[in-house]
C-alpha cells in the first residue's frame, strides 16, 4: 500500500520526542505522501523548522500570524487541504487543549477547524500519560473519533519507567496508513465492548474475582476502532492499558458494567467479552473479623445479571451479538448450548481448562459457533483473534445493515 498522492498536516508539539517526527516526515515522504508541517512554540525549542522544512520539502508554519497575510494560506484552508491531520508527538498540554476545544495557537486554531480525521500520538512522562485529567481528555477526544497510536512502554528520558514514550515512527506510519488506506468498512458504526473480569465485594478489604486479564476484550475493541467503528469499551479492573481509539468505561462490579452497557446503547455491534462473576454477596459494611475459635463465614452468594442474555433479549438489541464461552470441558456442547439459552448470535468458544493458558495469557484457541455451524480457529496471539473476528464481524454487517 503506498501513500503516493496523499496529504498529511502534521503538527508538532513540544516535546524531547519532537525529533522522531524528523523521522516520520522522512518515511511519509519516501511513501511519496505530501506533508506539511505546523510546530506549536514549545515544538520549535526542541527541532528547528529548518529541519522540518528541509525534510518536508514544503513551507513549514509556526505561528499564528504567519498566516495573517493575504498571500498566506488561510488557516480554514491549510487545515482542509490534507487528507488526514497528525499530530505527533501529541504533549499532554495540546490533548488538553484539543480536548478544551482551545484555539490558542495555530496548531489547535487548525484542530479546531478541520474537518478531516485526526490522530494523535501521545508523548509524555508516565505520571502524566496515568494522570485522571489525560485520561478524560483522552476519553472526550476518542468520544469524537480522535484515533490515538502509543503510547509506548520503556524508558524516558527523565528516568522513569512506564507507559508515555511516543510510538516509533513506522507505527505511526502504520496507523497512518490505516486511516488514509485501511478498509473502513466498520465506518458510521457503534460497536460496545465488554471485557475484564468484575470484583463483587465481600467487605471493603476483599472482593470475588477471576483470572481474566482483559487482553482479549480489549484486543477485539482496538480491532474494532481499525476497521473504522465507533468503540465503546465497558472494562472491568484491568492492568493492561487502555486500547487506542477506543472511548473506555471502567466499572468494578457485575451491575455496574450492566448499567454502563445499557448506557452504552443504542449499538450495531456488542461483543461480550468480559468473565463477569456470575455471583455476588452481599457486601459487608466492615471488615469481617476472625473472632478466635470461631469458624469460617459463610458466604451465601447471589446470581449476578446475565448482560450478554439482557441485552440480546432486551430492546433496542444491537443487530449483531457476540457472546464467549469460557469453558473447561465439553467446550461445544457448552458454547452451543449458551448460544441457544442466551439469544446471541454467534459465541465464540475457548477452552480456558488447566495448561490451555488462555485465561491470563496472551494466546487463544477459539471455535466460532454459530447457527450455521462451527470454525475451529488455529491458536493465535489474542491480537490476531481479535482482527480476525473484527474481520467477520464487519463482513456480517456489511450484510446485515446494507
Ligand atoms: N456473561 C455476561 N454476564 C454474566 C455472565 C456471563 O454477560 N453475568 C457473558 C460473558 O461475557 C460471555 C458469556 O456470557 O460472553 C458466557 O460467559 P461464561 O462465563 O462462559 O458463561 P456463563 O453464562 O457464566 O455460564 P457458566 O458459568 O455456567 O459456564
Redesign the pocket.
Known sequence: MSLAGKRVLLIVSGGIAAYKALELVRLLRREGCGVTCVMTPAAAEFVTPLSLQALSENRVYHELFSLTDESEMGHIQLSRAADLVVVAPASADILARMAGGHASDLATTLLLATDKRVLVAPSMNVRMWEHDATRANMATLASRGVAVVGPDEGAMACNEYGFGRLAEPPMILAAIRALLDGPQPLAGRHALV?SGPTHEPIDPVRYIANRSSGRQGHAIAAALARLGARVTLVSGPVAIPDPAGVLVIQVET?RQ??AACQQALPADIAV???????WRTDMAPLKLKKAPGAPPPGLSLVA??????TISQGAGRPALVV?????TNDVLA?AQA?LAR?G?DW?VANDVGEGSDVMGGTENAVQLVTAAGVETWPRLPKDAVAARLADRIADQIRGALS
Request: hydrophobic share 55%.
Open positions: 465488554t457485575g458494567m450492566l461480550f467479552a468480559a468473565a463477569v462473576a456470575d449476578n445479571p446475565d448482560i450478554l442474555a457472546g464467549f464461552a469460557a469453558e457448552n449458551k442466551k446471541c459465541i
